[in-house]
């Protein structure tokens, strides 16, 4: 009989997943999956990958899983959770952040807790193929010197549109924006939705700012937005990796835009 690490070899992509009892938008787990060879586990398809090992005690009722973090924002914690395999379908519940394991699969209102959904992957014997091109930053008012820039800092989330969905505010108050000279993370605690360089220039009506993604699902791409600066309150628009750069501040359902609020808390 295998043991439950073996039926956990594989690729299995994220359908759904809740904090503190809310959904997180769809336009977030697109791409979401999390890869098992051995003990080891990557998380790939939410900005930066991150990597790690599972420790699982399948003699536990419910069964037990540690996500030890080894590589990534979150190298060095741990995360306490429970888990269940039915077929295909693969569940994980876990405090973020926490130190107390959850005992059942729920994501209460005010829990911090986590309840996550897969499903396994069939592989994908399709060829990679190398792109045509590796795309280069477009000059702006900022080079791709590192040095800092009017956006360096520290910033939390106010709140976030996906592609026409609102984020909720459950899910609103992980995520931080962290900036030093012109490279730019946007975490969920270890989660992390964006990792890209930028420059910014001068536009009318807005500001603008260009995105060149550094790893994750979009790596090397190009994406083209907007922003404004008002004291502490930071406005970005950016669109679809390779869509027209937005005109206004706004985020509908199917222009696949980002339109995010942050406030500094740190420069």
């Not at 336009?27 to 939410?46: C, H, P």
């Not at 280069?136 to 976030?160: F, N, P």
């Not at 907007?226 to 406005?235: M, Q």
Request: glycine content about 12%.
């Amino acid at each position: 009989m295998s043991s439950d690490l073996d039926k956990l070899q594989g690729t299995w992509s994220v359908t759904a997943l809740q904090s503190d009892g809310k959904p997180m938008s769809g336009a977030l787990l697109q791409e979401a999956r999390i890869v098992v060879k051995g003990d080891q586990f990557t998380s790939l398809g939410m900005g930066a990958p991150y990597k790690g090992v599972l420790e699982i005690a399948a003699d536990k009722k419910p069964k037990t899983v540690d996500l030890v973090f080894t590589g990534g924002h979150a190298k060095g914690t741990r995360q306490l959770g429970i888990y269940r395999i039915d077929g295909d379908e693969w569940s994980i519940c876990f405090a973020l952040p926490g130190d107390v394991r959850p005992r059942k699969f729920a994501s209460p209102n005010g829990s911090g807790v986590v309840l996550e959904t897969l499903s396994r992957t069939k592989p994908d014997k399709t060829p990679i193929k190398s792109p045509a091109h590796q795309p280069v930053l477009r000059s702006g008012s900022q080079s791709s010197s590192g040095k800092r820039t009017r956006l360096e800092g520290e910033w939390a989330m106010v709140s976030a549109v996906f592609n026409g969905t609102p984020m909720d505010d459950t899910m609103v108050k992980w995520c931080k924006r962290v900036v030093v000279g012109n490279t730019t993370k946007v975490l969920a605690g270890p989660q992390v939705f964006l990792d890209a360089q930028f420059t910014l220039g001068t536009g009318k009506p807005h500001d603008v700012i260009d995105y060149v993604n550094l790893s994750g699902q979009n790596k090397g791409e190009e994406q083209a937005g907007i922003y404004e600066l008002s004291g502490n309150t930071l406005r970005i628009c950016v669109a679809a990796p390779g869509g027209p750069r937005p005109k206004t501040f706004a985020s509908k359902p199917g222009d696949g835009r980002t339109l995010t609020v942050w406030q500094l808390i740190k420069s």
